[in-house]
C-alpha cells in the first residue's frame, strides 16, 4: 500500500470516529472563512438594503431556530450564513440581534451561544429558568430521563462513569439494554440523542480495556438546567436540607449567579 493510501485511509478513519453531532470538515472549513462583520460594515451594508428585505431575513432566521429548537438541535453560524443569510451575511449582527429580539418578546426565548469557539447557539424557554418553574419542565418522558441523569451527575462531583447510569436506571426499571416503550432505544437516547442536543457529554475514558464511557454535562445542561433547583428537589427526596451537600450548594449558586450576569446571552 503507498503512503498517499495509506494518508488517505487514515484520514478517512479519522472522520468516521468524529463524535456525534460534530461539526464536518467542511462545516468547519466554511465557518472559519466566514469573519464577522465590523460595526461600520454593518452600517454599510444595511445601506444597501431595503428595511422590508432586513424584515423578512429575520423573520426567515426566527423561522429557521424555531424549526431546529423542535428537535432541540444546536444551530451552528457556518448553517445559519450559509442556508439563511446567503447574501446577507454583512448584515448579520444586525439580524441576528432583531431575531434574538423577536424570538425573546413573541415566543419567550431566549437565544444564547453556548459555545463561541464554534458558535453553536440554541434557545433557553424562558419560563423553564424562570424562579418556581421544574428544572425541565416538559411533558416529553424523555426529559424527565433527562433529568435523572443530570441529577446524578450533579450529585457525583460533574462525572460518572456510564456503568453508574445504567445501573440506576435499571433499579427504575428502566433497562438500557431493552426497548422501552417510552423511550425506545435507552442507550441511543442518552449517548446519542442526549449528545446531539448538547445536554450530555459522553467521552471515551482512555485506556480502558474493553472500552468505557463517562458522562458530563452538556453546554446546553449548563445553560439551560437550574442546578439549584435540582438541589432541591434532593433535598425534598432525601428530606435533607440543600445545604448539607456543601460542594453541590457552593457550585449551584455560583453558578447561577453567572447564568445571570449581563452578556450570558449572546447577539454576536
Known amino acids: 500500500m503507498s503512503n498517499r493510501k495509506r494518508l488517505s485511509n487514515t484520514q478517512s478513519s479519522s472522520q468516521a470516529r468524529k463524535h456525534p453531532g ?78 434574538a ?27 423553564e429558568t424562570s424562579e ?34 445504567w445501573n440506576l436506571l435499571k433499579k427504575l426499571r428502566v433497562d438500557p439494554g431493552e426497548k422501552h416503550e417510552d423511550f425506545g432505544d435507552v442507550k441511543k437516547v442518552v449517548t446519542d440523542e442526549f449528545v446531539r442536543q448538547r445536554y450530555l457529554e459522553f467521552v471515551r475514558i482512555p485506556h480502558t480495556e474493553p472500552v468505557e464511557h463517562e458522562l458530563r454535562w452538556g453546554q446546553r445542561a449548563e445553560k439551560e438546567v437550574s442546578k439549584s433547583k435540582i438541589l432541591d428537589v434532593m433535598g425534598q427526596l432525601h428530606d435533607r436540607d440543600p445545604q448539607s451537600w456543601s460542594q453541590q450548594y457552593r457550585e449551584a449558586h455560583s453558578s447561577q449567579n453567572s447564568t445571570q450576569q449581563p452578556g450570558s446571552s449572546s447577539q454576536r
Not at 51 to 61: D, G, N, P, S
Not at 104 to 118: A, R, T, W, Y
Not at 147 to 165: C, D, P, Q, Y
Request: aromatic share 6%; net charge positive.
Open 22 to 99: 460534530s461539526p464536518s470538515t467542511q462545516e468547519e472549513d466554511e465557518d472559519v472563512t466566514f469573519t464577522q462583520p465590523s460595526t461600520s460594515q454593518v452600517q454599510r451594508g444595511l445601506q444597501k438594503v431595503t428595511e422590508a428585505q432586513v424584515e423578512q431575513k429575520t423573520a426567515e432566521v426566527v423561522q429557521y431556530f424555531l424549526v431546529k429548537e423542535q428537535r432541540k438541535v444546536p444551530v451552528r453560524r457556518a448553517d445559519l450564513v450559509k442556508h439563511v443569510l446567503k447574501e446577507h451575511r454583512n448584515i448579520y449582527p444586525e439580524i441576528l440581534k432583531r431575531a
Open 101 to 127: 429580539r423577536t424570538l425573546d418578546q413573541v415566543f419567550g426565548l431566549k437565544l444564547v451561544e453556548i459555545d463561541p469557539k464554534n458558535h453553536l447557539y440554541v434557545l433557553i424557554n424562558n419560563l
Open 132 to 165: 418556581g418553574a421544574s428544572p425541565i419542565n416538559s411533558t416529553d418522558p424523555k426529559r424527565g430521563l433527562l433529568f435523572v441523569i443530570l441529577s446524578v451527575i450533579f450529585m457525583k462531583g460533574g462525572v460518572v462513569r456510564e456503568n453508574v447510569i
